[in-house]
């Protein structure tokens, strides 16, 4: 199972895994130099059924592209941490023990779970962006999304005016729309 290792050492790991109800990986970027760091993927791969009726809870300490769509339907659940730091591990633990509920939207494409990063931080489309228009002359004040709080419109003729708003992105996330 694990290439280079005593195999006494195998056997207690896989009698281990046997007798388990979950199994729990926190995993680094595979690693051709550290056979260690593909232990997951050969599991995963060639004994799935080590795996079968069990808790697996997969932790990326690093970037959580280390699977693909297939081996992430093999795991109950797979979190990205992005980080080996004491301070990430902990984190692990305290969702492991339910202590606190991971929230969070990934900050990369993940095409293994068909996360598109650019398609889930665009604008969402049916929003109406309230705008307030600031010139150096007064106030801001709020404009509809075509320019004038009372035509709708706005000509322009001030260079130095500009539009702050907000909109939001398919996470519900709130972006500024300033120019």
Known sequence: MIENVD???NQYVLSAIRNAEWVVFNVLDNNEDDPASRVLLQVLENRPDLLSNKK???????????????????????????????????VAARVLMQEITPQGALPISLNAVGYDLISMTAPDPDQIIRLSLVTPEGPPMVVNSCGDP?????????????????????????????S
């Open 7 to 9: 195999s006494s050492v």
């Open 56 to 90: 697996v809870i997969v932790f990326a300490l690093d970037s959580p592209i280390y699977l693909d769509a297939t081996n992430i339907s093999k795991v109950t659940a797979y979190y990205a941490l992005y980080s080996k730091l004491p301070s990430f591990v902990d």
């Open 150 to 178: 009372r035509t709708g419109n706005y000509s322009g003729a001030d260079p130095h005016a500009e539009f702050h708003g907000w909109r939001h992105d398919h996470h519900s996330d709130q972006c500024h729309s300033g």
